[in-house]
């Protein structure tokens, strides 16, 4: 079966690095994108990786192993406002299907 | 105009009530789909509909019915629902279905008492 596993929870100090990690069991594998939610609105779109290696958009990095199944969310510099669910998501086969992770919660302590 | 909105934001509604969920796009995309977020489940996705017809009905229950006159408008008709509905619901569009950026709405905090 399909499957996207990320941590339920995690917490960082504000002013840090965190590291948000998520690996995929897909039977296909045509990009992954991370959005950001935070409690009560709309989940954005955070960014897009479908080639191996690091994207970097501001405090925010994105990096894909497409051999390892694996993905993480980089964000620098940490404010509160960071605060927020974290989602993974795989689309598998350039059409609008996409397999989702449950989100990690991010908490931000001063 | 914000991208994609929805109303209302929040609704309690009674096992008997019937009650429509709205969402708009004005984003000019073609696609437009309503996915179920429970807490700490993924979400799931419900119907997808392009260029006003339905392309995807994932095995939903008959108590939820969908309907997007045009492509900037999408519906969620509700019906006799269960407490285990109770959930947000999101709506969201793309430019169209070849697996591009999904934009979602703020959602409907759905409580069926």
């Known amino acids: 079966g399909q499957n996207i596993d990320q941590p339920t929870e995690m917490t960082a100090t504000e002013g840090a690095i965190v590291q948000i990690n998520c690996t995929y069991q897909?039977?296909?594998?045509?990009?992954l994108f991370w959005y950001q939610q935070h409690a009560g609105e709309a989940p954005t779109f955070l960014s897009y990786?479908?080639l191996d290696g690091l994207e970097e958009k501001g405090r925010f990095s994105s990096f894909l192993s497409r051999s390892k199944g694996y993905s993480y969310l980089l964000l620098k510099e940490l404010q509160m406002k960071d605060s927020a669910s974290y989602l993974c998501?795989?689309?598998?086969?350039?059409?609008?299907?996409?397999?989702w992770g449950a989100g990690t919660k991010l908490i931000i302590k001063p | 105009e914000t991208g994609v909105t929805q109303t209302p934001r929040h609704l309690v509604m009674g096992m008997t009530n019937k009650k429509s969920l709205k969402c708009e796009q004005h984003l000019g995309h073609n696609a437009m789909y309503w996915y179920k977020q429970s807490a700490k489940k993924p979400l799931e996705l419900m119907f997808v509909y392009s260029l006003e017809e339905r392309v995807e009905n994932n095995s939903v229950p008959s108590r939820f019915s969908p309907e997007c006159p045009n492509s900037s408008h999408l519906f969620l008709h509700l019906h006799t629902l269960q407490p285990e509905d109770s959930a947000l619901y999101l709506c969201a569009s793309s430019q169209d279905l070849t697996g591009q950026t999904q934009y979602f709405g703020p959602g409907t905090r759905l409580t069926v008492l």
């Open positions: 990786n479908v």
């Open positions: 897909t039977s296909g594998f045509n990009g």
């Open positions: 998501a795989v689309n598998m086969d350039s059409n609008y299907q996409l397999i």
